[in-house]
């Protein structure tokens, strides 16, 4: 069961940015690194 504990500041050490997104959130600490979005984000940040 151990093996799948992963510690919560285990992102930070990783060096990942997420992306960035209308809410501020960060990724959890399931983040694959993978950007499932639609641009949606992307492209209203590029509006503003």
């Given amino acids: 069961m151990?093996?799948?504990v992963?510690?919560?500041d285990d992102?930070?050490?990783r060096?990942?940015?997420a992306p960035s997104?209308?809410?501020g959130?960060?990724?959890g600490?399931?983040?694959d690194r993978v950007d499932r979005s639609n641009g949606f984000e992307?492209?209203?940040l590029k509006k503003l």
């Fill in 2 to 4: 151990s093996a799948f």
């Fill in 6 to 8: 992963v510690r919560q």
């Fill in 11 to 13: 992102q930070k050490k």
């Fill in 15 to 17: 060096g990942f940015e």
């Fill in 21 to 23: 997104n209308r809410y």
């Fill in 25 to 27: 959130i960060k990724p």
């Fill in 29 to 31: 600490r399931h983040c």
């Fill in 42 to 44: 992307k492209e209203l």
